[in-house]
Nanobody, 128 residues
Framework: QVQLVESGGGLVQTGGSLRLSCAAS????????MAWYLQAPGKERELVAI???????YYADSVKGRVTISRDNAKNTTYLQMNSLKPEDTAVYSC??????????????????????WGQGTQVTVSS
C-alpha cells in the first residue's frame, strides 16, 4: 500500500520559513517524480514545484526564488523549503508522486489527474 505523508506545516509570520516533508512508503521512491501542490480555501489546486526522478526541478513563477524542492532517496522523502513566506501562501500543501523518468518541465504540463499518488496534505498558515 502506497502512502505519502506530509509534515512540517504550521503557523508562521510573514517573512518566515518552513520546511515541509513528504515521506513515501510502499513504492520504489527513486523511480518516482515528486511534486508539491497547494490548495487555498475556495480555490483550485495549484502546482508549486516538481522534482523528477533524475533530480531536475520545476517551480511555479509565484514561488521562484523563495522555494526549493529536494529529495533524499535514501530516506524516501521529498522536501519543500519555503522562505520569505507571504499571507497568500496560506494553503494546504500536498505532495504527489508519479512513476517514471520525466523532466520537471514536462511534468508541469501534465494534468493533476496524471499523478499516481497523493498525500493528505499539511496546513500552512502565514499571518500578516
Amino acid at each position: 500500500q502506497v502512502q505519502l505523508v506530509e509534515s512540517g506545516g504550521g503557523l508562521v509570520q510573514t517573512g518566515g520559513s518552513l520546511r515541509l516533508s513528504c515521506a513515501a512508503s510502499g513504492l520504489t521512491f527513486g523511480v518516482y517524480a515528486m511534486a508539491w501542490y497547494l490548495q487555498a480555501p475556495g480555490k483550485e489546486r495549484e502546482l508549486v514545484a516538481i522534482i523528477s526522478s533524475g533530480g531536475s526541478t520545476y517551480y511555479a513563477d509565484s514561488v521562484k526564488g523563495r522555494v526549493t524542492i529536494s529529495r533524499d532517496n535514501a530516506k524516501n522523502t521529498t522536501y519543500l523549503q519555503m522562505n520569505s513566506l507571504k499571507p497568500e501562501d496560506t494553503a494546504v500543501y500536498s505532495c504527489a508522486a508519479k512513476r517514471g523518468y520525466f523532466s520537471g518541465t514536462y511534468l508541469a504540463t501534465r494534468k493533476i489527474g496524471d499523478w499516481d499518488y497523493w498525500g493528505q496534505g499539511t496546513q500552512v498558515t502565514v499571518s500578516s
